[in-house]
Structures are given as C-alpha cells and as structure tokens.
C-alpha cells in the first residue's frame, strides 16, 4: 500500500515538475500591443516618464456640466483612508481661506438619502478621489474625439 502510495506521489511529482518546465516556455505577449507598448511581460518596463502637473495649482475650467471639478495639484504621497483624508487638510471649509484653496461644495456636507445638511462631510463624498482626479500634461492614452462643450456650441452655431 505505501508502495503505491509513494509511486503516485513521486509521478505526482515529475507530472508537477514538467508542467512547471512549460510553463517558462509560455510568456511574452504573444504579439500583441497593450497600453504599455510591445514590452514583453518578463522584461522590465522602464515606466512613464513622470507626469507634469500645473505648478500654479490653478482651477481648470470644466469641459462638460456636471463635471467634477479637476485637481490641479499633484497628489502624492496624500493619504485618503478610512482614518485620514489629506484633501480636507487644505479644501475644507474651516482651512480654505487659510490655505488659499477652493472650499468643497456644500452639496458635501448633505446626507445623500434624507437630505439633511451635516456638521461634517458626508461619508458618501468623503472619498474624493471616486469623483475628482489630479490633471496632468499628459497625451491620452487612447486617441479620442472628445469636444468641450464649448466647440459643440460653435460647431452648432455655423452649422445655422
């Protein structure tokens, strides 16, 4: 009985064994071009340069309505968790004048459900960055043919 018990484990072992040796042969990208170029997967991918952000940290006017507003500002190394939010260190109502930001927008500090206005930010927006990303000099990363509303307007008025 241990015979055979040792005998299945030992094939177990060579089948294991050759099947790790394919699996090295099996790589690379098969061809094909992602979003990071023709890098294959087990060379080392020399990354983006880093991205330029706005040193001025002026707002940035809106493309669309509705549009969250842009941060234009780096923002590394800022800690948004459950315990600590880096955002309302600056864009809070009680440190925005103090620090030269932009207040968040009251519509923050109302309850999502019952509407009710709160002494603090609503837990729903207090993720900032679900809603608000930093905005960089950067090509995009797919071509795209995406207007300002402002062009709609003007394409609309010549076509008249």
Not at 42 to 55: I, V
Not at 92 to 98: G, R, T
Not at 140 to 148: D, H, I, Q, W, Y
């Amino acid at each position: 009985m241990n015979k055979i018990f040792v005998g299945c484990l030992v094939g177990l072992m060579v089948l294991g064994s050759a099947q790790a040796a394919d699996e090295t042969l099996v790589g690379g990208n098969g061809g094909l071009e992602s979003l990071r170029g023709k890098t294959e997967l087990n060379e080392t991918f020399s990354g983006e340069r880093w991205k330029q952000y706005p040193k001025d940290g002026k707002p940035i006017d809106s493309d669309y309505v509705y549009q969250p507003p842009l941060i234009p500002h780096t923002i590394r190394n800022y800690e948004l968790s459950l315990n600590a939010n880096k955002c309302l260190s600056c864009h809070s109502w009680k440190y925005a004048n103090e620090m030269g930001a932009t207040k968040i927008s009251v519509t923050h500090y109302r309850s999502p459900r019952q509407g009710q206005v709160l002494s603090d930010v609503s837990p729903s927006r207090y993720f900032c960055l679900q809603c608000h990303v930093p905005q960089a000099d950067a090509q995009p990363l797919v071509e795209n043919t995406f207007k300002r509303v402002d062009a709609l307007k003007d394409q609309a008025q010549r076509s008249q």
